[in-house]
T-cell receptor, first 112, second 115 residues
């Protein structure tokens, strides 16, 4: 069974509005969470991360929120830009070294 | 920032041949490297984890005799797809970790097409 899930395979947002990408996990041993952005035919690039000791981390237009009790994290992009259109993967890491478990990805489309 | 390169970026080969993909960390030492495979419309699938100087740890369902992984130095890991078949056609991505808990640095990926 998938330990990290992104239940929305796609999301369409108007330019300038907020994009909210969601991710759920089941393994309570995960203590570090990351978001990756991936363009077609390229490897994922690291976007933002959050440790389980925090519930929010902000970097420019990107903010990640972590709700440990709900085992849920979300990525907020404000304001959304057409260049943000890509597939976003959330990933989680536990005590087993730095191995990441990825979610299935959400394709974000930002319309001009 | 840390850079990970992969070579080649794309490769086309005939069925039955072997293909080697290199993953290099250019400006840091990677104690651990990971190999992923991406299927269309699916997530990255971890194939194996390799630590420098030791045998790779393969995920369940990944044939270690088919996907040979070598991590001979702190900056280089190789994945060799032996006797490749069309079903091995995919996008292979490596990542390298400097053994910090905050990140992995991903390579740009290698697209393998087996005819």
């Amino acid at each position: 069974d998938q330990q990290v899930k992104q239940n929305s395979p796609s999301l369409s947002v108007q330019e300038g509005r907020i994009s909210i990408l969601n991710c759920d996990y089941t393994n309570s041993m995960f203590d570090y969470f990351l978001w990756y952005k991936k363009y077609p035919a390229e490897g994922p690039t690291f976007l933002i991360s959050i440790s389980s000791i925090k519930d929010k981390n902000e970097d420019g237009r990107f903010t990640v929120f972590l709700n440990k009790s709900a085992k849920h994290l979300s990525l907020h992009i404000v304001p959304s830009q057409p260049g943000d259109s890509a597939v976003y993967f959330c990933a989680a890491s536990g005590n087993a070294g730095n191995m990441l478990t990825f979610g299935g990805g959400t394709r974000l489309m930002v319309k001009p | 920032g840390a850079v990970v390169s992969q070579h080649p970026s794309w490769v086309i080969c005939k069925s039955g041949t072997s293909v080697k993909i290199e993953c290099r960390s250019l400006d840091f030492q990677a104690t651990t490297m990971f190999w992923y495979r991406q299927f269309p419309k699916q997530s990255l699938m971890l194939m194996a984890t390799s630590n420098e100087g030791s045998k790779a740890t393969y995920e369940q369902g990944v044939e270690k005799d088919k996907f040979l992984i070598n991590h001979a130095s702190l900056t280089l890991s190789t994945l060799t797809v032996t006797s490749a078949h069309p079903e091995d056609s995919s996008f292979y991505i490596c990542s390298a970790s400097p053994n910090r808990p905050d990140t992995q640095y991903f390579g740009p990926g290698t697209r393998l097409t087996v005819l």
